[in-house]
Structure formats: C-alpha cells, structure tokens
C-alpha cells in the first residue's frame, strides 16, 4: 500500500490558501501524519492540505500510509472537491469506503458510501432510498459497537439533507416537511448525550442547522432559535473557524424579520473570523459578500424567506406591479437607489470581492455568474455602463453552462441597456430579442413580449422603420441584427432621457435561480418560495458533515 500520489491529491483542486502560521508545521512525517489525524478528527478545512503534506513526506521518508490513514486523507480531499472539481468527490469517496473496509472501519466506510451517494448530481429517489439503508446498518453496527455515534449520527444526517432536498417533489411537501423535523429532533435527541465527542458536536451542529432551515418557512422564530443553537453548537465542538452555511442560513432569517443590522454583524463576523491561521474557503467568502452586499442595500425584505400567508395575500398585486413594470417604454430614468454613500460604497466594494473570489481553478460558475451579473447591474445603474458591458459579458457563459434561463434572460436585457447607452443601438436590439426569445417558452409570457416589444423600439432607434424582420436561431425565434445608426451618440448618451436612465422592465425581469422552493436554500442563504425554478445552493449536502 503505497502513499497517495499529488496528483490523487490534486483531484480536489482545493481552494484554501496556505494561510498564517503554517510556517510552524512540523516537518517530520508522523508529526505531520499526527496532525492530519487531529484535524481530520476536529473536522478542520485544512485537513485536505495536513494529509497532502503528510503524505508526501511520508513517500519521501520511504514510509506508506496505512489503509485507514489513506481513506481519511481521501475523504478529506474528496470534501474540499468543490466548483468545477466536485465530480471527483463521487469516485473519491467510493475508494475511501473500501479502504476503511479493509481497514476494519464499518462505520466510517458507511459514512464515506453515504457520502459518494450525496455527492452524485442531484440525488433522487433512488439514492434517498440506499441512504435509508445505509442508515439502518449504521444504526445494526451502532447497537453492538462497530459503528461510533458520530459515524451513525452522521449517515442519518446526510439521509436528512437529500429528503430536504426533495421536498418538493412530495405529494404533500408541508407534511413531508413535518415527518423530516420529528426524524431530525429525533436525531438531536440521540447526539446530544455524546456531544462531548468533537465529532458528535458538529453534526449536532449541522442537524440543528438542516432543522432551522426546513423550519424558517413555517415558523421563523422557531428556526431562528435552532440556527443559533447551531452556532452554539458549532463553537462548542471546538471549531473556531466560521460555519458559513449557519451564518447565511441565520443571517436571511433575521433579514425577512427585519433585523437587517444584526445580520449584517453577523456576516461581517464570519468574514473576519478570529482565528486567522482558517482561512475561509473562496466560494464560502463570495457567497457570504453577496449576502452581506443585498444585506446592505436593504433588500432582504424583497427577498424569498417564505412568509406564506403574506405572500398568498399579496401575490395578485405583485403580479400586477411586475406586469405594469413590464409593459413600461423607457420615458424615465430609474428612480435613484435609496441607498447612502457609504452603503452604495460599501455594496459595490463587497461584490467586487465576491468577483475576485469566483475566479481560480475552483471557482464555483453559479456564484461567479451572479456576482458579475449583480456588480456590472450595480455599475450600469451608476451610469458606468463600460464597466458593467464588461461584466455582463463574463457572466453570461456562466449561466449558459448552469443552464439557469433567467439569468440569462436577464444579463442579455442588461447587456442590451449597456450597448444602448453606449451607441450600439443595432446590438442592443439583438441582444433584446435574443433575451425575449429565451423568454418566450416561460409560463408567464408577459417578460418575452415587454422585451419584444423593447427590441422593437430599439430597433426604431437604429433607424429601422415598419416590421421587425426575423431570423431563426438555435435560441428560437429572434430580431434581425441592425445596423447602428442615430439615437445614441458616441459618448454613449442615452436616449431614453439622462446617463443614468435605464428601461424600468430590467427590475421586474425574474432573478437568476430562483425563487427557491419552499424549502430550498438559496445563494445567499434564504429559504423558501413559490417559484418553478428551484435553486439548491451548491456543495451544501455534503460539505459540513466532516
């Protein structure tokens, strides 16, 4: 049995830096394999890098790791598979469960087939169902001592998040809903007595998490007591470094009840952890940004927490102010944002570092699409339309390869805006009629017409007169391109009344991923909806059941 090769290692394509203090590490190898044992005993994120230095020196030294050794370091490396390495998760975490079977280790082996299942692209039915298995034999092993708590508290757990997950597609989602809270509170009740066991507290942590999250749509209180018991618990299993799902998770909560100050302190807190030698994940620091970013402007009372009777209430007059918003000619500027200079200044800066942390090798597409479509949205309402064209462009391949139609729908109608103002009405319709196109086949059929209608007018701007010739493309049916001509000049004037001014349907155009289902979790953190299009946030199945 020989150590892992770097190149097994780099399979994960970690995302951690090095970070502070690393020049103390050890240098000798079973001082070295002794540390990757702790961490990956405490669950640490940098347990992937403890093993890959471990192992390395190891090899050098002529030494080999051992069968379980070698299956923890690749459970540790298949958990920071994360963006566009987290297909190598499945196979790693299937090789660590046979090597923990060689090794003896029932439990841990269930632990890592749990996780292979998880980690597969989107589980359903069929993986929900060996999850059930794999869940009464933790619980055989467990009863005659071959599988420790934390190891079957785990498993359980990870069945809990793919029901949670599938939610949705139950005939009764709220009753679904209920069954999984009573099986989850059961599971607290069994952790709890061995909580003193680091491993056992952080699934603790992470089951009073998954708890508060299939709550907050029915009962926010409720779910905001469990979150912070989450924390709690998190602190209290001896990890030091932020729980970023927990803090999203807690931070929406505490936004859809108004306490917006609050929840910005909280993910300024976990932006800054107070252990410094942790350093956060990359995609785990733009997701946070992001929530901090729509913290501040004040938006996570239109955010989509599920408060149901409210938006039962309220959902005709809601579609009658998007169809009045769709249906407007741009005659006005958009109003300008309510924001002061120094939130303004802060939002930008917050979704410029998000940017800046979706770019790498493990960048995560989802997020890296939304930060640039949000923050070159932020410049163009700021009336810098260069820099968000710019963006714009980089975010849209993005949403293409997630398959994501309204992102799509709108950073093309953005994108249009830009050129406009910029003097390319010719491109601006095309993009307009590429964004209507991919509109069309929606349910609601209000966005493809207003932003037919909008490729028209811009059209009219290029100095094309009578009907809008149409050409056929993969996209569906779409405006012929025209050739740029007066209404906007060089300067990039805009011709629809003032730098700043922007047609008031870009805001009514549906967000990217989303609304969440009822019981879904979002990018920034917020759970619940009614929308079609559900949105699960990526890596949060199984990342946090270390």
Known sequence: MSSRSPDEFRLGVRPYDRGAGTGDEPEDPHELLHRARRLTVHGHPGAGSAWERAATALRRAGGVLTPGDHADALDATALDCRGAARPAAGPLFFRAADLHERAGQRGKALVSRARALVAGPGPGATACARLAELCERASALHRVGQAGAAETATVR??????????LGTAPDPAAEAAALREDLSRLIAFAAPHRADPAVARVLADTRALLGR????????????????????????????PATEHHLLLSAVLRATGAHEEAAALLRAALVPQVTDTPLRAADRARLCLALARTVAGSGEQGRTARSAEKAAGAAEAAAEIAEALEEEPAEELEEPEETAQEDGERLALLAE???HTEGPARDVRVGALARLLLGVAHAERGGWGRALALLEQALPGFQDDGDTAGRVRTRAWLAECLLHLGEPGRAAREYALAAAAARPWGDPRPGAALSRRAEHVLGLAGTRGPVPEIRGTGGTVYADAKAGTGASAEGGAPDGGARGAW?????????????????????GEVGGAGPQAATAPGTRVQGCE
Not at 157 to 166: E, F, M, N, S, T
Not at 217 to 238: I, K, M, T, V, Y
Not at 505 to 522: I, K
Request: hydrophobic share 40%; no cysteine.
């Open 214 to 241: 299939i709550t907050a749509p029915d009962d926010p209180a409720a779910a905001e007591a469990q979150l912070r018991a989450a924390l709690d618990d998190h602190r209290a299993g001896g990890r030091t470094w």
């Open 504 to 524: 008031p349907g870009l805001r009514a155009l549906p967000e990217p991923f989303g609304p969440p289902e009822r019981y879904q979790v979002d990018v920034y």
């Open 354 to 356: 998000a940017v800046r």
């Open 157 to 166: 757990l990870l069945h809990g998040r793919v029901r949670a997950d599938l």
